[in-house]
């Protein structure tokens, strides 16, 4: 996948571009349907697949005061999305500046001059331009002047337990919640958070008798605080663990912890990148008498998270 992070680096348009766009925040399996038409529709008019999204989020610099937590961190939504084999990724920075373009001339000047775009999918609730003046309607109603085709993609539905369609507002929830198995069927994948290994308190190892590795996270969406089963990638390899998100009440330190325990693991990672994939969670962060109760209880947590992982 090519990936473009400004849209001056494009020289000239891309053959028969078929375009999606998106902020595409989580790349969950709606997003990725979208890419697969995508992909599917340039194939079919020997065409460009192209995806175009924006760095930062719009909402970080329209609504400066609204925190949305990302559910993948801008490295990670590139990874995912060059996993669905499309052809190219435009990654346009994000400005109050840009955010002033009106829909036609994004139309018109983007899409159709610099991309040359002859195919456009969307969700029927896509909307664009300078006060989100465009939407699937305006684009349709463009489409017979500018010479390019609207396809609006239907919502993928979610299961019968999660009610409604498939939204990274959704995931956020569910992943806030704790609801870690929920997120699974709605990303395709487990919900990951990345980081690096730094010097925590040495009680795991020292104290407890259970080494962790403290996460020091990229991420800015956390899981519900509390206990998880999860897998851990490290070097090229994954290695099965049991997190502890909270406050480590035990100790009234309250201060917020991401550690770790890899099963069957004695390497030295400090200061080094890890992803942790959150695969079911265990119980809620609780305070023990001391540490004599607390070690006894990550053992039975170490033994719920091996019977979980070796499902």
């Given amino acids: ?19 999606t766009i998106g902020n595409f925040d989580g790349v ?15 194939d079919s008019i020997n065409g460009t697949s192209v995806g175009i999204t924006f760095n930062p989020h719009p909402v970080k610099v329209l609504k400066k005061n609204r925190h949305i937590p990302l559910i993948t961190i801008h ?15 435009i990654c346009i920075p994000f400005t109050p500046e840009f955010a002033k373009l009106p829909a036609l001339e994004f139309i018109k000047d983007l899409l159709i001059k610099k991309i040359g775009m002859k195919a456009i999918v969307v969700g029927n609730d896509y909307v664009f331009g300078k006060n989100r003046e465009g939407n699937t309607e305006f684009l349709k109603a463009c489409s017979k002047e500018y010479g ?56 795991g190892g020292k104290l407890l008798g259970f080494p962790t590795a403290n996460l020091l996270m990229q991420d800015e969406l956390a899981p519900k605080k509390g206990v ?13 663990g049991v997190a502890n998100i909270g406050y480590s009440p035990t100790f009234d330190d309250n201060i917020f912890t991401i550690e770790v ?27 023990f008498s001391g540490i004599a109760e607390l070690s006894e209880q990550i053992k039975k947590d170490i033994d719920k998270a091996r019977s979980i992982l070796s499902l």
């Fill in 261 to 287: 325990h890899l099963l069957d693991f004695n390497k030295d990672i400090y200061g080094k990148n890890i992803r942790i994939n959150f695969v079911k969670r265990i119980r809620d962060e609780l305070k």
């Fill in 148 to 203: 390019y085709e609207v396809i609006v993609a239907d919502w993928i539905s979610i299961t019968n337990t999660i009610p409604g369609r498939i939204s990274s507002t959704k995931i956020r929830k569910l992943v806030a919640e704790g609801r870690v198995a929920k997120t699974q069927q709605l990303l395709g994948r487990y919900y990951q958070i990345r980081g690096t290994v730094e010097k925590g308190r040495n009680r």
């Fill in 75 to 89: 490295e990670q939504k590139i990874e995912l999305i060059e996993k669905t084999g499309l052809d190219v990724l």
């Fill in 28 to 42: 969950h399996i709606g997003h990725q349907a979208l890419f697969h038409a995508v992909i599917e529709k340039a």
């Fill in 228 to 240: 998880y089963a999860v897998t851990v990638e490290y070097n090229g390899l994954k290695y099965k």
């Fill in 1 to 19: 996948m090519k990936i473009i992070n400004s849209i001056e680096s494009i020289k000239k348009p891309f053959k028969n571009a078929v375009v």
